[in-house]
């Protein structure tokens, strides 16, 4: 079955430093990835999406996120933190072939910036 | 703003009541899914529903059901409630083209169902 693990349920930043969030996937099929952000109520919006392209996909805001096959991973990265980066992040895979948009969301990285 | 809209925003209910959650799609989008988030967890897939009909379901009891209406808007159902169906339930939004060529969903900002 299709399923993201994210570590570290909390992850404080200080401003202006490098932000990295992991995310290691498992799927049977080559997958399509995601990462979602979720303001304090406000809906998930798209940062990123890999679907079999580029490995190395930039996203909104000055986020990218990197295929790694070998290593099945999808870590997702910033090299500068802002303080409107504070939210909770989730990486996404979906839950079908290519194509079936039924989504599997790891737990979240909750993403406190530290001025 | 996804152009994705849930009502009503919060509620809250007792245990055994029934709830009915709306959501109205973008336009032009005629695919709608339903996602429950627990509290400090990513939400889960409930179903999908295109072009009116149930189109996949996720590992939830048939107390759980949906419409979706000819304009594409949808409601998601619950009968019976119990105390661990307190959530934040998203509903997304999409066109079969976005579905086949990236799968990106756009969501709305949830209705928070309580249940007392």
């Known amino acids: 079955a299709q399923s993201v693990t994210q570590l570290d349920s909390h992850v404080s930043v200080s401003e202006g430093t490098p932000v990295l969030l992991r995310c290691n996937y498992s799927?049977?099929?080559?997958?399509?990835l995601f990462w979602y952000v979720q303001h304090p109520n406000k809906g998930l919006q798209l940062l990123l999406k890999y679907t079999s392209a580029a490995t190395l996909v930039k996203g909104i805001n000055g986020f990218e996120a990197e295929f790694k096959k070998s290593e099945t991973s999808f870590h997702l990265t910033k090299p500068s933190a802002h303080m409107s980066d504070a939210a909770e992040y989730f990486c996404?895979?979906?839950?079908?072939?290519?194509?079936?948009?039924?989504?599997?969301f790891g737990k979240g990285n909750q993403v406190v910036v530290i001025p | 703003e996804t152009g994705v809209t849930q009502s009503p925003t919060h509620l809250i209910k007792t245990r055994g009541q029934q709830v009915t959650l709306r959501c109205s799609s973008q336009?032009?989008?005629?695919?709608v899914s339903w996602y429950q988030q627990a509290l400090g967890q990513g939400p889960q897939f409930i179903f999908q529903y295109y072009r009116e009909e149930e189109n996949g379901r996720g590992n939830f009891p048939p107390r759980f059901s949906g419409l979706q209406f000819p304009n594409y808007s949808s409601e998601l159902n619950v009968n019976a409630l119990e105390l661990d169906d307190s959530a934040l339930y998203l509903c997304a939004s999409t066109t079969r083209r976005e579905a086949v060529d990236t799968g990106e969903l756009f969501f709305g900002e949830g209705s928070r169902l309580t249940v007392l």
């Open positions: 799927s049977s099929y080559s997958p399509s």
């Open positions: 336009s032009g989008h005629n695919t």
């Open positions: 996404v895979v979906s839950l079908g072939p290519y194509g079936n948009n039924r989504l599997a």
